[in-house]
């Protein structure tokens, strides 16, 4: 069974820094691309990123170029979502997902629980 | 701000059949690319509902169905039952400059009567 689990959640001060993690079980880490999506409050859901466990090759959206990190650990399975300087305006449930397709459609076929990250003065 | 746009919410009472549009453009479901559809109850984290514009992943009752024509798609929800008030979301890809690759909808709440 595919499963991704992710870190519990988190409260954090502006400017802090923060990782949140996702650890994927029960198919081969490395042959699937994993992407992150964030949901703010009450709103929907938007594309941050994309990452290929084997080369670590990454892809962002324009919005959120430069505003994160995403990496992997492939030794362990698990990928990573890290903010070097975090904003009010992060606050939001992020989840992690495995993307599935090929040629040029590609979906999300399994879907971590979400991180909630509150950053609040 | 979404590339595909989708009514803010439908109702219907149970039994009844509903229908989800997801408008884009020629720059992502207009090109050719799929559509598909998550499915995400309260508190919870999307599940894959319809890929590939009409394929039911296992598990997923054929009550729910998807059609893709030109530029806009839809999920009919047929027979609706109580435990499919939820939030939809169409997804697709989008090759523009400047945009994101995987672009989703703006999301569209069912609401059983």
């Known amino acids: 069974e595919v499963q991704l689990v992710q870190s519990g959640a988190e409260v954090k001060k502006p400017g802090e820094s923060l990782i949140i993690s996702c650890k994927a079980s029960?198919?081969?880490?490395?042959?699937?691309?994993i992407g992150w999506v964030r949901q703010m409050p009450g709103k929907g859901l938007e594309w941050m990123g994309i990452i290929y466990p084997d080369d670590s090759y990454t892809r962002y959206s324009p919005s959120f170029q430069g505003q994160v990190i995403i990496s992997v650990d492939k030794s362990i399975n698990t990928a990573y979502l890290k903010w070097s300087s975090l904003k009010a305006s992060d606050t939001a449930t992020y989840y992690c997902?495995?993307?599935?397709?090929?040629?040029?459609?590609?979906?999300?076929?399994?879907w971590g629980q979400g991180t909630l990250v509150t950053v609040s003065s | 701000q979404s590339v595909l746009t989708q009514p803010p919410s439908v109702s219907g009472a149970p039994g009844q059949r509903v229908t989800i549009s997801c408008t884009g453009s020629?720059?992502?479901?207009?090109?050719?690319?799929?559509v598909h559809w998550y499915q995400q109850l309260p508190g919870t984290a999307p599940k894959l509902l319809i890929y590939g514009n009409n394929n039911r992943p296992s598990g997923v009752p054929d009550r729910f169905s998807g059609s893709k024509s030109g530029t806009s798609a839809s999920l009919a929800i047929t027979g609706l039952r109580a435990e499919d008030e939820a939030d939809y979301y169409c997804?697709?890809?989008?090759?523009?400059?400047?945009?994101?690759?995987?672009?989703f909808g703006t999301g569209t709440k069912v609401t059983v009567l």
């Open positions: 020629s720059s992502n479901i207009g090109t050719g690319y799929d």
């Open positions: 997902a495995r993307r599935q397709g090929s040629g040029w459609n590609w979906w999300f076929d399994s």
């Open positions: 029960g198919y081969s880490f490395t042959n699937y691309w």
């Open positions: 997804q697709s890809y989008d090759t523009s400059l400047g945009s994101s690759l995987y672009v």
